[in-house]
Structure formats: C-alpha cells, structure tokens
C-alpha cells in the first residue's frame, strides 16, 4: 500500500509523519507552509498584547507541546517531500499524480479543493479532526473550545473521509481522549495530539486490511461548527477560566453520563 500524507509544515505534523511511515510505505510528503497575510490592527495588538501578559498559559501550552515534538522527530522520514504554500497548488497536484498512491492521509492542511480531491487514489483520502465530530467541528482549535465552553466529555479525536466541506466528510472513527482531569492545558493539548495519533495509525491500519466504515455525521446527531474568527479574547479568558473548571468536572457523574449519551464510532 503507497501511502502519500498532506500535512501542514509543523512539529506534530512532522510526528505524525515519522510514526506512519515506521509501519506503513510512505511514498511522498507534501507540506504545507502558509503566509502570514493578516494585518495587524491596534485591536490585535492589544489582543495579542493582554493575552502575553495575562493569559500565558495559552501560549505556552501550544508552543510547548511543538517544541516537546521537534526534539523527539527533529526531521521528515526519508522519502520524496515537497513544500507548497497552498494545498491545492498545481505542483502538488502534479506531485500525488506522478505518485499514484492507495491512500492519502491529510492533517493540518487548509481546506482541500476540488481538484485534489479528484484524484481519487484506490482506497481514498482520509483527514484527521482534533475534535469528536459531529458534536464539535472547525477551528482554530477544538480542544480549546471544549474547555472554553465547557463541553469537557466532548475532548477527542476523529478520522474521517475528506470531502470539501469544514470536517464534514463521513466518519471512519471516532474516540474520547482519556483524561484524568489532574492535566495542565499544555498536557491536555500533548495528550489530545497523542491519542490523534494513535487513532490515526489504527485507522490506517484498518483500511490497508480492507475496511470500509463510512458513517454520514448527520445520521449521528447534529453538531456545532466553530470558526477562526470567533476565537478571540473573550473566549481565549473563558479557555483559562474553564481549564479550573475542568479539573473539577472530568471523571465525575456527571461529566460521564455525558459521554455515555455521545456515540462514538468503533472499528
């Protein structure tokens, strides 16, 4: 099985792609390193301003968890690799077409087109979501926006059949993160990636032996679809203030009753 991996350019991408291609023929990487475009306004630098100040764990816990990657998988396994700004570029295009893969595993990319996803390898093209879809989808961040909102029991990880719409493609599985509630934010985002990962190497595993699942979400329930634009500073303080929280709720009654209501999809 040829196996060809859309990534974004990042230190747990680079993870990723060194834990597939210890047990599977990884044939070509393709990563994606995106421009800086936006502007900086005088809102967002007060933004960026305060949350520096008063809200560091944010950053830390992200920036942290990169760092802990990068020195474990300092580089991408050895095989053909190109880097793109755009995803949907011609020469990436170009590069899964000369390679004729049988499966094609994405992560951290932004939104796929079309015309990548026209070229149909034998077994397909599956994504990876840092959230439990349908119940919570779209970004920058799902883990945090569990906390934010205080939707604890709904931390997981899902991999799906890509489509273009915003983690909307029918699901292959689903998982809750294990969690002990005595995590740091930083360790919830290690364990959150870990366990993204691991799933993932089961879903691939699965499909080379020829399963097929392929779950419509709107068969499950009917989900949230977060956005980029909506993760500001209000919801940046309610991420702190609910990481207290947090460690009050998970692994009490309550907290698993609510899973117990969420159906997660096993292979």
């Known amino acids: 099985m040829k196996v060809v991996l859309w990534i974004g350019n990042e230190a747990n991408q680079k993870a990723l792609a060194n834990k597939i291609a210890k047990d599977f023929n990884v044939v070509g990487i393709v990563t994606e390193t995106r421009k800086t475009t936006s502007k900086i306004t005088l809102k967002i630098l007060f933004e960026k301003t305060f949350e520096k100040v008063f809200l560091p764990t944010i950053g830390k816990s992200w920036f942290g968890m990169k760092s802990r990657y990068e020195k474990l998988f300092n580089d991408y396994p050895k095989t ?9 570029s011609d020469e990436a295009f170009n590069f899964n077409t000369e390679l004729k893969p049988d499966l094609i595993v994405v992560s951290g990319t ?5 015309k990548m996803l026209s070229i149909q390898p034998k077994i397909g093209i599956l994504n990876l979501h840092t959230g439990l879809s349908p119940y919570i989808k779209g970004g920058p961040n799902c883990t945090n926006w569990c906390i934010a909102t205080e939707q604890f029991h709904l931390i997981g990880n899902t991999i799906m059949w890509i ?7 029918n699901i292959l599985t689903t998982e809750f993160t294990p969690l002990t509630g005595k995590e740091t934010l930083s360790e919830i985002h290690i364990k959150v990636m870990e366990h993204a990962h691991e799933l993932y190497l089961k879903a691939i595993r699965y499909v080379a032996l020829g ?3 392929s779950v419509k979400q709107d068969s499950i329930a009917k989900g949230k679809t977060y956005y980029s634009k909506e993760w500001n500073l209000k919801q940046k303080i309610n991420l702190v203030k609910g990481v207290k929280k947090f460690k009050k709720a998970v692994n009490t009654n309550e907290y698993l009753n609510k899973r117990k209501k969420i159906n997660v999809i096993e292979i």
């Open 163 to 169: 489509d273009l719409g915003i983690d909307t493609g």
């Open 110 to 114: 932004r939104l796929v087109k079309e």
């Open 80 to 88: 053909k690799i190109i880097d793109v700004e755009n995803i949907n």
């Open 211 to 213: 399963g097929k699942n």
